[in-house]
């Protein structure tokens, strides 16, 4: 019995270690380059914004991601509130953090032109799990911004 005692012991203790291991290998804004892209651009139901109206134009917002006070730039214009042109710009100046970014900022505009501004929710993006979190910040503000 004292046999078995000490393995569920060595068991539970290797499980800790392997998920200590296992967190201490994500990085600091969550883009993870071993995991695969997926987007999400879907309505949020839960979102008060779902049915308002926005005002056309032009509009900019940082967005805010992440324990390392990470940022990004998005940059957009509306019409009847649908994106017309987006622009994102990497505020990074860590190289790997930069790369996600840089990648994220590539990959969005075939993303979410043409889409309602209520649509648009992203996931992951090029690998980036962190960075889309700043987007949709930076979305959210905009929503405010523009609503009419």
Do not use: W
Request: proline share 5%; hydrophobic share 35%.
């Amino acid at each position: 019995m004292n046999i078995t005692i000490r393995k569920k012991a060595m068991v539970a203790g290797t499980v800790a270690l392997l998920s200590a291991g296992l967190a201490a290998c994500s990085s600091a804004d969550n883009d993870s380059p071993s995991t695969p892209s997926s987007v999400s651009a879907s309505p949020s139901a839960s979102s008060p914004s779902a049915s308002r109206a926005y005002r056309d134009g032009a509009y900019s917002a940082d967005g805010e991601y992440g324990s390392q006070n990470s940022s990004i730039g998005v940059s957009l214009t509306l019409d009847d509130g649908v994106i017309t042109d987006v622009e994102v710009t990497p505020h990074a100046t860590n190289e790997t953090s930069r790369g996600y970014q840089e990648r994220f900022a590539d990959a969005v505009p075939d993303l979410v032109e043409g889409k309602s501004i209520d649509a648009v929710q992203l996931d992951r993006v090029a690998g980036s799990s962190g960075t889309p979190d700043g987007f949709n910040a930076a979305i959210d503000q905009i929503k405010d911004e523009a609503a009419a």
